[in-house]
């Protein structure tokens, strides 16, 4: 199958590793363009680890990666990306308010060239899409776990990035705020961007998605469309597997 | 005041004051950010091997503790993004090492008199030669141009390196630049604070200021000023006191510090009186609770769980 367009993100035989230990084994990922790819499994299956290979900040041992059809190596175009990390924190050693986290999502446009006034309006834009605007000034330190994310995810989507990818945007964020993000990231995809996320839940984000990954053990058990309303043990690979596995294993989904 | 300024060597000890009060907090931010204060102390001890090369060689102590500190940096740079488990290791072995090979070098030297690894120690304002302070000004002038006009990109790579990546900076060769960037302040600041205490005035300014401070470009400008205002003060009560500068300063700084974070709390609240009551919402909960009747305020439930 060929595209016109090349894939935004075209991950092949992925190998990697992380302290030494082998974490993906073999991992294949496509997400085609204007496509919304959510990428499953359980704690510890190499999900973030997949995800920071697509960024680079992981190095393959094995495998390759193209980004919007060019090699990773050659690839510059990185004001097409927006990245949302998996983490608790926004907050760092120095005090810094939520506008200045926001901001470093222009650098990749506005680069050595002073922050402008389209710049500015770019921030506010991502920050009232989060619904942090009236945040702006306060510090990142000073805000919930949860208001954190929301300015991380904003951070993301200041540079009108063509691909998307989020590490758990999800992850503490109140289900008020999931459908105004969800709605969001709706308007992202009319767009035209595609979108690549790493998910426990699938929860109102479920109608967006076309795809869905599974990883197991750094190994990709499941490629294809996401199941309706279930949680990941009904999908397909996902049962019956480990052999002396039956005795009622904990539901990772509530 | 005016005779003190009549004084060569103290125009000098003064110019190089305001330099190394400018350079040390600027660089020193980012350390901060990174969680890296302590940095700046390693690099501190990494020096004394390079001051002990310029007496063993007769040349000027400031360019080999340039040349040694910026390897060093470069080394602990490495070790850091390396993510190595035994990183800290690493580094306690080059800071140790570092020391140890200074005091040697210089004992070995021929112009080993008691007071001259001191002086490069502790600071002292009676040492900054005309030609020390030409080095100064254009290391210092390097520093400036570098933390203050890559602020934002040094910013986004101290705050999340990853993300820094992803927006397409060059997270490697900033990260080796802030390293030597902070390996210049460090032997920069060394005449006038001292290796031993150049770290304080890495760190001490930028921790006072944030007691005040909600965002970084405010941070960065306030520990900038601080710093300058610490180190003319400290230069100054050196003059007048005969004490090393380098302990004067510092602790001109630290008292600094301890009088911002007095004022912190009281000055947090005063800004949220600022901001005014509309967007802080009512001051107490006054939302009716449903199980809660308009006349009888406790009822049977809650008056059995009060009674428990
Ligand atoms: N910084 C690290 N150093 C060493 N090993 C790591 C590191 N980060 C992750 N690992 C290992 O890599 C494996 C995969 O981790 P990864 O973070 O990719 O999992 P995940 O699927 O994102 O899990 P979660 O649902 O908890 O986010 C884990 O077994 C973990 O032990
Ligand atoms: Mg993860």
């Known amino acids: 199958m060929t595209h016109p367009i090349p894939p935004a993100v075209h991950l092949r035989d992925a190998v990697a590793s992380r302290g030494g230990r082998p974490v993906l084994r073999g991992v294949d990922l496509t997400v085609a363009p204007g496509e919304v790819v959510a990428l499953l499994g359980a704690n510890g299956s190499g999900k973030s680890t997949t995800v920071k290979a697509v960024i680079g900040s992981v190095p393959l041992e094995q495998g390759t990666l193209e980004l919007f059809g060019t090699p990773y190596g050659s690839f510059r175009a990185w004001h097409r990306i927006g990245y949302v990390p998996q983490r608790t924190t926004a907050a760092s050693g120095v005090p810094a308010t939520v506008r200045e986290v926001v901001s470093t999502g222009r650098l990749a446009q506005h680069r050595l060239l002073p922050f402008r006034r389209k710049d500015r309006e770019a921030v506010d834009r991502a920050l009232a899409a989060v619904g942090m605007l009236d945040r702006a000034g306060d510090g990142v330190a000073d805000l919930s776990g949860g208001q954190q994310q929301r300015v991380l995810i904003a951070r993301a989507l200041v540079g009108t990035p063509d691909l998307l990818i989020m590490d758990e945007p999800m992850a503490g964020v109140d289900a008020a705020s999931q459908q105004v993000l969800a709605d969001t990231l709706r308007a992202e995809v009319a767009r035209g961007a595609s979108v690549l996320l790493v998910l426990h839940e699938l929860g109102p984000l479920e109608p967006l998605i076309d795809r869905a990954v599974v990883l197991r053990d750094g190994c990709v058990a499941h490629d294809g469309p996401p199941v309706p309303n279930t949680g990941l043990h009904a999908l397909p690979g996902h049962d019956h597997v480990h052999p002396h596995a039956d005795l009622t294993p904990p539901r990772l989904l509530a | ?308």
């Open chain 2, 1 to 308: 005041m005016t005779e003190m300024l009549s004084y060569d060597f103290m125009q000098r000890a003064l110019l190089a004051a305001v330099l190394v009060g400018i350079t040390a907090p600027a660089v020193g931010i980012y350390l901060v950010q990174r969680r890296q204060a302590l940095m700046g102390d390693g690099m501190g001890h990494v020096a004394m091997t390079g001051v002990g090369l310029g007496f063993i060689f007769q040349t000027s102590p400031v360019w080999m503790a340039v040349l040694v500190c910026v390897l060093g940096a470069v080394t602990m740079e490495l070790v850091r993004s390396r993510g190595n488990q035994r990183g800290d290791i690493a580094l306690a072995m080059l800071f140790y090492g570092g020391m140890a090979c200074g005091k040697l070098l210089v004992s070995l030297s021929a112009q080993a008199g008691a007071g001259s690894l001191e002086s490069y120690l502790w600071g002292s304002i009676l040492t900054v030669a005309p030609s020390d302070l030409a080095v100064i000004a254009v290391l210092g002038a390097v520093v400036i141009a570098v933390t203050v006009g890559l602020r934002r990109q040094l910013f986004a790579i101290c705050q999340d390196e990853d993300f820094a990546r992803v927006t397409g900076l060059p997270v490697r060769t900033l990260n080796l630049l802030l390293a030597v960037m902070a390996a210049v302040t460090v032997t920069v600041a060394m005449r006038v604070v001292g290796l031993l205490l150049v770290s304080a005035l890495m760190v001490v300014p930028v921790v006072a200021a944030q007691q005040l401070t909600r965002s970084f470009a405010a941070t960065q400008a306030a520990a900038i000023a601080l710093g300058v205002v610490v180190s003319l003060a400290g230069v100054t009560g050196s003059y007048h006191l005969n004490v090393p500068s380098g302990p004067a300063i510092v602790l001109l700084a630290i008292a600094v510090f301890a009088v911002f974070s007095l004022l912190a709390a009281p000055l947090a609240r005063r800004r949220h009186r600022a901001r005014g009551e509309a967007d802080q919402g009512p001051k107490v909960c006054d939302v009716q609770l449903p199980s809660q009747g308009s006349s009888d305020a406790t009822t049977p439930e809650q008056r059995a769980g009060l009674a428990q």
